[in-house]
Structure formats: structure tokens, C-alpha cells
């Protein structure tokens, strides 16, 4: 079952902070997030593999809610290279499921 | 190591002509990924590999799909009888299976086009 996006799109103006949040009506068992700009191939940010688990680097930080069957991506003080579509991936099942479904993905735009 | 590395990078093909794709993962990654994707929306995962063995094929792909990792190295996918339906962006994948949990790494992908 595809993990669903909000919000598919935000434009934000540089140094301002988004969210972006991926939920399932499944169980999560692992949430990936990956940027790709446009005509490019997927990056990948993170992996958050334990609910309550949060990660981060630079400006760039998650947060899985295993209950709620939730991750979030959190951007704060955005740089225009963060502009791209942002995609969370989330394995079917649990241990020994390596392929992922993504969600839609949501658009980021950042402007000066 | 460069990366993940595909070829061609864009195929124009007649609808009902076969055609391959080939993808070169991390040497040192022993899981290698197909996903397909088309315009706005997320990778659609296809088929995946663990060294040699093929160990998921997604229910969505057709009997036209094959894949193939000879001696998990590079890996081939293979259409046949093409379909306009088939034109996407075919995006291969490769990781290591640690036990940190192990983000993919893509390579640019094929920009398949059928007419």
C-alpha cells in the first residue's frame, strides 16, 4: 500500500522551514526519504528504522511515530538547493523486505 | 567506484520492438534494484536481485519484463513487445545489506519512449 505525502507541494522563501509528513494505513516498519531535483536520479537523506528513532543532518531531520504509523521530514532555515520532490519509501513488511513503495512524493520549491 | 552506472540513458523504440537496458551497481553492493517511474509520481519498484538471485518481482510487471544479475554483477531488464504504457523512466538501485539499514543508491536511469 502506497504511504501517502502531505503537503504535494510548498514554496517556501529561503531560511523558511517546512514539514513534510508520510503516514500509512499499515504498519511502518521503516521509512526511507530521498530529494531528486528535476531530471536527476533520487539522493538518499535518511533511513529512520525504530519508531521514536529521529535523525539529522545539517538542516535536514525525521522523526518516525511507529504508533501513529507516521514519519516527518522537518527542512528548517531552507537553502535553495533544497528545492527538489521529496519521496518517502516504506517496505511492505518487516525483516527481509528490502524493496520499498514510494509515496507521490512532494514538490519543494524554494525561491530567493 | 563511480556509482551507479545505466545504459542507454534515453531509448526511442517502435511499439512492439523488445528492448534492454543494462545497470552496473556498487561493486561492493550485493542487492540490486528495478524501479519504473513516470512523470509525478514515485519509483514504482519492478524487481529486485540479492547477488544472483532474483528474490521479488513485483505482481504489477507483465510476463513481457525480464530481469536478469549473471553472476551478481551488472544486471539486464528486458521489455519485450513494447507497449506505449511501457514508457517511463527505468531507475536501477543498489545497496549493501548491512545491518545499519540501507539507503539505495540510483543511477540516472533509462528515459524509455515508445512510439
Known amino acids: 500500500q502506497q504511504p501517502v505525502q502531505s503537503p504535494q507541494a510548498v514554496i517556501l522563501r529561503e531560511g523558511e522551514d517546512a514539514v513534510i509528513n508520510c503516514s500509512s494505513s499499515?504498519?511502518?516498519?521503516?521509512v526511507h526519504w530521498y530529494r531528486q531535483k528535476h531530471g536527476e536520479a533520487p539522493v538518499f537523506l535518511m533511513i529512520?528504522?525504530?519508531?521514536?528513532e529521529q535523525k539529522g543532518h545539517d538542516k535536514i531531520s525525521a522523526s518516525f511515530n511507529e504508533k501513529k504509523q507516521q514519519s516527518s521530514l522537518y527542512l528548517t532555515a531552507s537553502q535553495l538547493s533544497y528545492s527538489g520532490t521529496y519521496f518517502c519509501?516504506?517496505?511492505?513488511?518487516?525483516?527481509?523486505?528490502?524493496?520499498?513503495?514510494f509515496g507521490k512524493g512532494t514538490k519543494l520549491s524554494v525561491i530567493p | 567506484d563511480t556509482g551507479v552506472s545505466q545504459n542507454p540513458r534515453h531509448k526511442i523504440t517502435k511499439r512492439g520492438q523488445n528492448v534492454t537496458f543494462r545497470c552496473d551497481p556498487i561493486s561492493e553492493h550485493n542487492r540490486l534494484y528495478w524501479y519504473r517511474q513516470t512523470l509525478g509520481q514515485g519509483p514504482e519498484f519492478l524487481t529486485y536481485?540479492?547477488?544472483?538471485?532474483?528474490?521479488?518481482k513485483s505482481r504489477l510487471l507483465s510476463d513481457r519484463f525480464s530481469a536478469e544479475r549473471p553472476k551478481g554483477s551488472f544486471s539486464t531488464l528486458e521489455i519485450q513487445r513494447t507497449e506505449q504504457g511501457d514508457s517511463a523512466m527505468y531507475l536501477c538501485a543498489s545497496s549493501f545489506s548491512g545491518t545499519g539499514g540501507d539507503g539505495y543508491t540510483f543511477g540516472s536511469g533509462t528515459r524509455l519512449t515508445v512510439v
Open positions: 519509501g516504506t517496505p511492505p513488511s518487516g525483516a527481509g523486505s528490502y524493496q520499498l513503495t
Open positions: 499499515k504498519a511502518l516498519y521503516s
Open positions: 529512520l528504522l525504530k519508531g521514536g
Open positions: 536481485f540479492q547477488n544472483e538471485a532474483q528474490l521479488e
